[in-house]
Each structure stands twice: as C-alpha cells, then as structure tokens.
C-alpha cells in the first residue's frame, strides 16, 4: 500500500486510516476505547466509487476485544456515505453508541455514556441522563470537556453531511432536468409516433385498395384474355373459309381461262390450213367468194365453212 498522509491507499483502491489527523468520533472513540483497556487505535478501511453516477463512499471498521476484556465482543461497522471524510465520521459514531450499547454498566459512570443512545427509549440511556447530576459533581471538567467535543463532531458531522446533501441536490435538480427534458422528448417522439402511425395506416389502407385494384384488373385480363382465346378461333374459321372459297375462285378462273383457250387454238387451227385434201390456194384465185353473212363471222360459222371446202 502506497502510504499518502494519514491515509495509506491500497492497489485494490481500498484506502485504509486511522483518523487521527483531524478532531471528530474518530478520536472520541479511540481516548474512550485506551481508557477501557484497548491497545491501538481503530483501522478504517473505505473505498470510493460511483454508483449511477453519484460519488459513493463505503467504510468499515472492525474493532477486536481488549487484551484486558478478551470476553468482549468486538465491534464491527459498516456504513455508507459521499466522501470518506463523512463516512469517516458517521463510522466513528456508528462505533462509539455500539460500544455504550453493549458495556452500560462500563460507561455508568462515564461522561461518554450521556451521548445519545440510538434508540431514544434505551433504558440504560435514560437512567445516565437522570443521574448526570453525579457526573457533574464528580467529574465536572471532563464531562464539559467530552460534552464540548461531541458537540463540534457533531457539528463536523452535520457539516459534512450538508455539502454531500447539497450535492446530491444538485445532482437531483440536474437529474430532475434532464428528466423533464426526456420526457419532453419522449412526447414529441410519441406525437412522431402516432403520427407515424396515422401515416402507416393511411398506407395500409391505400394498399387494401391497391390490391383490389390489382385483382380486379387480374380478373379483367383473365376475361379479356378469354375473349381474345375466343376470337382467334373466330378468326381462324373464318381464314379457313376464306381459304377454302379463295381456292373455289381460282379453280372457277382457272376454269375460265381453260374454256378461253381451248377455243382460239380451235381457230388457229382452222384459219390456217395451206392446203385442203389437195386443193391448193391457186384454185381459188378465180372463184368469186360467197356473199357474208354479218360483221363478223362467229367460230362456229367459220368452222362449217371450212367444212364445206370438201364441195369443191
């Protein structure tokens, strides 16, 4: 342990004293403990650390048996405070009223057995203070004398506690702030929310509407597609009418034309024969030819003419 003063800190953090450097309990207690029989001074051990952010302070101290009183039990304390000065001092006391607790008959005659007791309605407590009139008469000077220093460790004591109760007061305004500040936040973030909310809601609704949209338009396409399934069957009988009387005209027109052709090759045929079973076109060349018959002789009449060469 490194030694700093009177307080000597360990590496664990733990600082560990006696609390003999300044006028308190601690040295009340130690000139009480020496006049009983108690060989050295109490050990004090506490340590520091913050507890939600608030300076905490644990001390404890442990006081065994006098070697002259070994049947005593010992004294132990455990307490919390803000700094170690206070916490300090409020283990000192915490020592001293157990002590005249546990050793009244000790302490009857004892200035320090008038301090107050922890519990007001100690009988003990109560008979030493009806009886201090055989203190004073006793031991006048020593009486003021614990009466006075009692009295400024008190005054120490209450004066400590004050600044670490102020503290805490500013750290509690400071929390209180930060607290209202939160929770104005948190209602802003809550009128987001619902707002937020209305939004999501209105999005939802939309979406509902969307998808009826969209199903509708499905069953539309599933019907439109069925008609269009239903007009191109249409569609193709009528192609295949459409083929089959395509094929009907141009049988009909090839028809047509075959029957036109058939004729006029007849006609070369007949218009153009140089000569006729012997007879040759110089044997004409007297003959008158016959009268004819209209503008323009038909096929059938050119035909019988041509018949008729065999007369000649």
């Known amino acids: 342990m490194a030694a700093h003063g009177h307080v000597m800190r360990g590496t664990d953090g733990t600082s560990h004293s006696m609390c003999l450097h300044f006028e308190g309990f601690p040295a009340i207690l130690w000139d009480t403990l020496r006049w009983f029989g108690y060989q050295s001074p109490p050990l004090y051990a506490g340590r520091e650390y913050l507890e939600h952010g608030v300076q905490r302070c644990n001390v404890r101290v442990v006081v065994p048996p ?174 295949a009418h459409l083929d089959e009387h395509h094929a009907e005209l141009n049988a009909i027109h090839a028809q047509e034309q075959q029957g036109e052709n058939d004729p006029m090759e007849e006609e070369e045929e007949e218009e153009d024969p140089e000569e006729i079973e012997g007879v040759s076109s110089m044997d004409f060349e007297g003959v008158q030819s016959p009268p004819r018959v209209g503008d323009a002789p038909s096929p059938v009449h050119s035909a019988s003419s041509v018949g008729n060469l065999d007369d000649f």
């Open 66 to 239: 006098p070697p002259v009183q070994p049947h005593w039990p010992q004294l132990e304390v455990s307490t919390y405070g803000h700094t170690l000065e206070d916490t300090w001092e409020s283990a000192a006391l915490q020592a001293l009223t157990q002590f005249c607790r546990l050793h009244p008959f000790e302490v009857l005659l004892d200035p320090i057995g008038l301090f107050p007791a922890r519990d007001r309605l100690d009988v003990d407590w109560l008979d030493r203070v009806n009886n201090m009139e055989v203190l004073v008469t006793s031991h006048p000077q020593v009486t003021l004398s614990t009466a006075t220093r009692c009295m400024n460790a008190l005054y120490r004591l209450v004066e400590l506690q004050g600044r670490a109760m102020a503290v805490l007061a500013r750290i509690a305004v400071d929390t209180q702030e930060h607290l209202n500040t939160t929770k104005k936040d948190l209602v802003e973030q809550s009128y987001q929310l619902i707002q937020r909310g209305i939004r999501i809601s209105d999005m939802e609704t939309r979406i509902t509407e969307l998808e009826e949209e969209v199903t509708d338009m499905e069953h539309d396409m599933v019907l439109l597609a069925e008609e269009k399934l239903e007009v191109e069957m249409e569609l193709a009988v009528a192609n």
